[in-house]
């Protein structure tokens, strides 16, 4: 475990001082001390006045300088956008501030069962009861709340006191993306074994690539697929939905020269992916990724942002992701592309093992 050693700065800590001369407490404090001295010595003099009022602002400015900081980090827990609160072992809430305090005025809530359910009250009470102090890999529950439609990593802590109070820590943290992306990983895996089951019928329907295009369809609103030919250029359709049915572009050939993000992503072996919003127009961002004007003709709708990868042959562009591009979802991207990947070279295979037989046929005729 690392220390962290703060460097000394003695203009922060000389603010400080100077503020407690201007508190009139000090005085008299230091004032009743310099009487009490002078009469039980019975010698005047402006030293028992002064060393009280000087000792008094080294050490009051001494802990507000090391303590500086405490106030901000009191104020985390109000300002976090996830839950956190005291309850006790009944799921009443006894403590909440900041947003959680507003969270739970807007619905009404004065118990932890309103928010994640009575399901998970005793999982959450059994593991504050049984969590140790500092166990940084201490057990958790996870819960979707329909109030905030978001998922949540719940830990809680029964609060240290000689006595037993029944006051427990509740924290939430917010994990609805990595959900979200362990689903879609799961429907990506589904979605594979049920292609491998219909292989046949891929290779027989002639397009194997509006067959992939569709999973990405549901949360992108085009997808450009492509393999590369003899001279390295990209070849490949774009496919969009149109009235619920998966429409097809002609055929696009991208030069192997193009800047494309299709193409540079190919030369620089690496996802790439951008957004609109970190630019002023429409046109600064397509001048930052010259896409093909072919490709921006056929999906018709100004591009909010788009993401690509490749593997081996396989180059995918996708555009319009219904949300922002995350790291989840450029994890998942470069799964689903790898994915991908793998099902071409099986309807290649596929497609070998079917032509097989017809040029035996051929031969022996």
Known sequence: MSEYKQVFNL???????????????????????GFIICFFTD??????????????????????????????????????????????????????????????????????????????LAPVIEMAENGKSGDTHAPSVEAFSDITLKWYDIKAKAMASKESTGKILVWFQDITLRKIFD??????????????????????????????????????????????????????????TTDDRVETSGVIMIPKESLAPINMSRKKAEIISDDIEGYDSQ????????????????????????????EADLSIIAFNFKSKITAYEKRFFEFLVNNYRTMVMLVDLEKKRKDRPARHMGQDT
């Open 283 to 310: 046109e600064a961002f397509l001048q930052k990724n010259p896409l093909d004007p072919r490709v921006l003709d056929f999906i018709g709708t100004p591009i909010r942002n788009f993401i690509t990868y490749n």
């Open 11 to 33: 203009g922060t800590y000389l603010k400080f001082a100077l503020a407690e001369f201007t508190q009139i407490k000090i005085y008299i404090l230091a004032s009743v001390i």
């Open 43 to 120: 010698h005047y003099s402006t030293v028992p006045f002064i060393v009280p009022l000087i000792v008094q602002v080294l050490s009051r400015s001494g802990v507000k300088y090391r303590q500086r900081h405490l106030s901000a980090l009191v104020e985390l827990p109000a300002q976090t956008e996830a839950p956190v609160f005291i309850m006790n072992r009944n799921g009443e809430i006894l403590l909440s501030v900041g947003k959680t305090q507003d969270l739970f005025t807007e619905y009404r809530i004065t118990r932890i069962q309103q928010l994640i359910g009575p399901g998970l």
């Open 183 to 240: 689903f879609r990983l799961q429907d990506l895996v589904r979605y594979s074994g049920t292609l491998l089951y219909t292989l046949e019928n891929i290779v027989d329907s002639g397009d194997a690539f509006q067959t992939l295009s569709a999973f990405l369809l549901k949360d992108y609103d085009a997808v450009f697929i492509t393999r590369t030919d003899e001279d390295k250029n990209l070849v490949g359709s774009v496919f969009k």
